[in-house]
């Protein structure tokens, strides 16, 4: 039986011609791309199951700081690799992630005044 949805002609996939050495690769990126997202991960589930949480303690807000940081590196490499965006020019990257990045700040003020009120985020400023 045929399948019909491959048209032999006009498939990316059967197009794609590329030597032995750049597909190899190609799968050593992601191999190690997928390597740091599972260590990564692996520590965030250690760290959440094992850490004893007592909020105001200084380990705690380490502790939270460096969930924040992996998360932002796991984000980086997903856009970074799996949306394809590692591959553009720098403008175009800029131009996307810049909005989000502000957007993250902005939301992550927003909240903290939400919740915190003026006192609590005039606590943590260094000024």
């Known amino acids: 039986m045929e ?43 250690l760290l959440g199951a094992f850490v004893k949480k007592e909020p105001g303690e200084l380990y705690w807000e380490m502790v939270v700081v460096g969930f924040i940081v992996m998360t932002v590196i796991k984000a980086r490499y997903i856009v970074l690799n799996f949306m394809h965006l590692g591959d553009e020019r720098n403008n175009i990257r800029k131009t996307i992630l810049i909005p989000y990045i502000v957007f993250i700040v902005y939301a992550t003020v927003l909240i903290s005044i939400i919740e915190g009120g003026w006192q609590g985020v005039m606590q943590i400023l260094p000024f």
Not at 6 to 27: F, P, T
């Open 3 to 45: 399948r019909d949805d491959l048209i032999v002609n006009d498939s990316y996939a059967l197009n794609a011609h590329h030597s032995e050495e750049a597909g190899v690769k190609i799968r050593k990126k992601i191999v190690m791309v997928t390597l740091i997202l599972t260590l990564i991960t692996a520590v965030e589930v």
